[in-house]
């Protein structure tokens, strides 16, 4: 049965070299096909045919079972090592599976960081309990190259103008508010041409903020007034609207504090295209972390609860 000179032997499958293994140490065909949970026929189907990939004789079949022949005997010692490292593999995937990553480092901007670590924390405790979990705030652009960078395996962001360099599954959209000291105005609300005409504190950079109010003036065809530019975080933000500087954009939820301490005021802006979607990224460029996908739905799953139970101020809905 020794294959002719010339032919090609074709790749042998991980699984015909188990149930070779498994033959090999019973010597039987009908022990080894009850360990494997398999039929013998079948068994001895994938024996016949690995000897025919291998282009040798494996066994020899007598009345004492199944013998090993010279080239069974040397494939044997090959498979030793062989199967005992898809033993070890499957193991590994079993804990893997049981115990959750080794370490999960979930990002946010600093507004959706307010509003969901403290629960977010308690829930990838719960569900991962042997992992060690970090999680991080930062600037929308930072969390999309520490993202892009494998730096976190996950983050909480307002959707990004560079958006295709990820992934994200959309969780809620909310309505942006012109946050101003308090007594800026008695409306319940606020026209766009209204805010482009107010002195304005935002970011210096193209992202996030700085690019939405660019936009609306570009497409209002008016001016941004730019009264200080605030690279910092929205807590210094909002400490610099206080101190009457000029307005900003925020979302209600980075102002409830102070609104309700009377320290601000928050008045909605009109339009349908002044929202904000939050959603979960993950990174395009790179192979998804072990369990990755309960990590985001612990995320999703926290942040719903938090919507509905009227926790995040303005939201009344997820996404989509």
């Known amino acids: 049965m020794r294959r002719p000179a010339g032919s090609t032997m074709r790749a042998m499958d991980a699984g015909a070299i188990e149930y070779f293994h498994s033959v090999a140490r019973h010597g039987s065909i009908s022990r080894a096909a009850v360990e494997l949970g398999m039929e013998q026929s079948t068994l001895t189907r994938h024996i016949g045919r690995l000897e025919?990939?291998?282009?040798?004789?494996?066994?020899?079949?007598?009345?004492?079972?199944?013998?090993?022949?010279?080239?069974?005997?040397?494939?044997?010692?090959?498979?030793?090592?062989?199967?005992?490292?898809?033993?070890?593999?499957?193991?590994?995937?079993?804990?893997?599976?049981?115990?959750?990553?080794?370490?999960?480092?979930?990002?946010?901007?600093?507004t959706l960081a307010q509003m969901s670590f403290g629960a977010l924390g308690h829930a990838l405790k719960q569900r991962f309990p042997h992992a060690r979990t970090r999680l991080v705030e930062g600037l929308g652009h930072q969390l999309v190259q520490w993202l892009q960078d494998g730096k976190i395996d996950a983050a909480l962001l307002y959707v990004p103008s560079q958006g295709h360099v990820i992934d994200y599954d959309l969780l809620l959209q909310e309505p942006l508010y012109c946050v101003m000291p308090p007594g800026g105005t008695r409306a319940d609300s606020l026209g766009v041409l209204e805010l482009l005409d107010m002195p304005m504190v935002l970011p210096s950079t193209s992202h996030g903020l700085r690019a939405l109010a660019e936009s609306l003036a570009q497409r209002y065809a008016r001016k941004l007034h730019v009264a200080l530019e605030c690279d910092g975080s929205t807590a210094l933000t909002r400490q610099l609207v206080q101190a009457g500087h000029g307005c900003t954009i925020l979302p209600l939820a980075a102002v409830q504090d102070e609104v309700a301490r009377g320290q601000l005021q928050a008045v909605r802006i009109d339009g349908t295209d002044m929202l904000r979607t939050v959603a979960i990224a993950t990174a395009r460029n790179r192979a998804p972390v072990a369990g990755l996908w309960d990590v985001t739905r612990t995320m999703r799953q926290v942040v719903t609860e938090i919507v509905q139970a009227r926790r995040w101020p303005a939201v009344e809905r997820m996404a989509g």
């Open 52 to 110: 025919e990939d291998v282009g040798l004789k494996l066994f020899h079949r007598s009345g004492r079972g199944m013998v090993l022949t010279d080239g069974g005997t040397a494939l044997l010692r090959q498979a030793d090592t062989l199967v005992e490292a898809l033993r070890h593999t499957r193991q590994v995937a079993a804990e893997l599976a049981a115990g959750g990553p080794s370490q999960i480092v979930v990002a946010a901007q600093p």
